[in-house]
Nanobody, 124 residues
Framework: QVQLVESGGGLAQAGGSLRLSCVAS????????LGWFRQAPGKEREFVAA????????FSADSVKGRITISRDNAKNTMYLQMDNLKPEDTAVYYC?????????????????WGQGTQVTVSS
């Protein structure tokens, strides 16, 4: 079992940047593929980005492609989401998630563990 804690959210202006972190504890970090999802008020939770267990493969949603970088440091049990050129539509609660399978990175039902979320608000 793994516990996940996100941090780094906050208020940013459009065009600005934020870096989110997700720290894991309780199990072997490198055994899990990881993902970022977000949920805006009144909307379903949606896929943002994912990274494989080794960090060698990354995936991102079309809506954020070119503006985000997902990475992980297995020695620090930490995953990051660097978000640049933020837009008001990026406003949401951002969740990190972990799973042991290597399939369907963008499918939230495949993830076994979730953090509590961190709020990102982008003003225009």
């Amino acid at each position: 079992q793994v516990q996940l804690v996100e941090s780094g959210g906050g208020l940013a202006q459009a065009g600005g940047s934020l870096r989110l972190s997700c720290v894991a504890s309780g199990s072997t970090f490198s055994s899990y593929a990881l993902g970022w999802f977000r949920q805006a008020p009144g909307k379903e939770r949606e896929f943002v980005a994912a990274i494989s267990k080794s960090g060698g493969s990354t995936f991102s949603a079309d809506s954020v492609k070119g503006r985000i970088t997902i990475s992980r440091d297995n020695a620090k049990n930490t995953m990051y989401l660097q978000m640049d050129n933020l837009k008001p539509e990026d406003t949401a609660v951002y969740y990190c998630a972990a799973k042991q399978t290597a399939l369907r990175y963008n499918d939230r039902s495949m993830y076994d563990y979730w953090g509590q979320g961190t709020q990102v608000t982008v003003s225009s």
